[in-house]
């Protein structure tokens, strides 16, 4: 349980830091302001109760990734440039240890804030005035919670795999607007090629499931099928195992890069 000691150390750093105070604050502050809106909206008969969760949604697909990015792209790179690692593995520590025990650390801190933010979010809906639909608000919270462990774990493979906070930087933006942004566009970029140039037709039906291997669009779908129960553009089980598969492989491609190399 050696990364059990390690997460909790990551814990204590976070609180130490006032880095997990700032989440809190980031997330309640956010969903208070939307809430209010909301509340507007509602008392004037412009909004139904899922419209608070509707606009939380397209909230949380950029901010939780940025945040999720943000907290962990220097959680390992960091520590091992300034020597500090030299100093654990000399301790009952192994390497499997640093990499498990800082991706629960700094997975326990996004979750702890996120919730706090929805429980922010749900008590000034109420305090507007506003219906708060609880069980949608829930399956929000449980939704956005994957998404966000999903972009700890990529950038925790990024701060393990690489020998600079500086790479760690370029790679975690790159990897924000991969994902958020770009990887929208290759699966269509894929099949114009493969179509001689040319826009197929119809659109081929392994395109939506090639473009929800994207954990933002896959958390899209997930949102939409178990969140606004509304009929989704892939199968929802296979876009939730997409965002399961996230973070589960990618801290162990991440370990397996720092395994391989020199401290």
Request: proline content about 5%.
């Amino acid at each position: 349980m050696n990364w059990g000691l390690v997460a909790g150390k990551d814990v204590r750093d976070s609180i130490r830091s006032r880095q997990l105070y700032v989440l809190c604050v980031l997330f309640g502050v956010t969903g208070v302001a939307l809430a209010w809106t909301h509340a507007r909206q509602a008392g004037r008969g412009f909004a139904d109760p899922l419209d608070i969760v509707r606009v939380l949604l397209v909230v949380a697909t950029v901010l939780v990734p940025a945040t999720g990015l943000m907290l962990a792209h220097e959680a390992i790179v960091k520590p091992r440039t300034s020597g500090e690692y030299a100093l654990l593995l000399g301790l009952p520590h192994s390497r499997l240890d640093l990499v498990a025990g800082t991706y629960a650390g700094r997975v326990t801190t996004l979750t702890i804030s996120l919730v706090g933010g929805v429980v922010a979010t749900a008590a000034a809906t109420a305090l507007f005035g506003a219906t708060v639909p609880t069980v949608a608000l829930g399956e929000f919270a449980l939704a956005t919670a994957i998404l966000g462990v999903a972009y700890v774990a990529i950038g925790i493979a990024v701060s393990a795999s690489v020998r600079s906070t500086t790479w760690a930087a370029v790679c975690a933006f790159g990897a924000f607007m991969l994902f958020i942004f770009l990887w929208r566009l290759v699966p269509g970029g894929v099949a114009y090629l493969v179509h001689g140039f040319e826009v197929p037709p119809t659109e081929p039906s392994w395109l939506p499931y090639v473009r929800a291997l994207s954990p933002s669009v896959a958390y899209e779908q997930v949102a939409e099928a178990y969140v606004l129960e509304q009929g989704s553009v892939v199968e929802p089980l296979y876009a939730l195992a997409v965002l399961v598969c996230w973070t589960c492989f990618a801290p162990v491609v991440g370990y397996l890069r720092f395994k391989r190399s020199d401290l």
